[in-house]
């Protein structure tokens, strides 16, 4: 069973940056892909995900102040996230996909706020 664990997510003053791990038990090239979704109340939205050949994706909301990338020995993605906004608020989770089958961790919370 593939586990996934967030870390990093706290509480910052906008402007701020936070940086955003995800621990997987399986080597992370064992997926197609990986990605950070962020979930408010109603909806859980992918912020940037990057494939198994590296290339990344990002919501138009947090391109140029988020970049998502991974570290395969530590088996570790990681999302940093600099000019936080209030808007970025709400609940990080890691997502890994391997054909039909999706996988989450618990989530992190970010809360960005004067």
């Known amino acids: 069973q593939v586990q996934l664990e967030e870390s990093g997510g706290g509480s910052v003053q906008p402007g701020e940056s936070l940086r955003l791990s995800c621990g997987s038990s399986?080597?992370?090239?064992?997926?197609?892909?990986m990605g950070w979704y962020r979930q408010v109340p109603g909806s859980r939205d992918l912020v940037a995900s990057i494939?198994?050949?590296?290339?990344?994706s990002y919501a138009d909301s947090v391109k140029d102040r988020f970049t998502i990338s991974r570290d395969g020995a530590k088996k570790v993605v990681y999302l940093q996230m600099n000019s936080l906004k209030p808007d970025d608020t709400g609940v990080y989770y890691c997502?890994?996909?391997?054909?039909?089958?999706?996988?989450w961790g618990q989530g992190t919370q970010v809360t960005v706020s004067s």
């Open positions: 494939n198994v050949g590296g290339r990344t």
């Open positions: 399986e080597n992370i090239f064992n997926f197609n892909s």
């Open positions: 997502n890994a996909k391997i054909l039909r089958r999706a996988y």
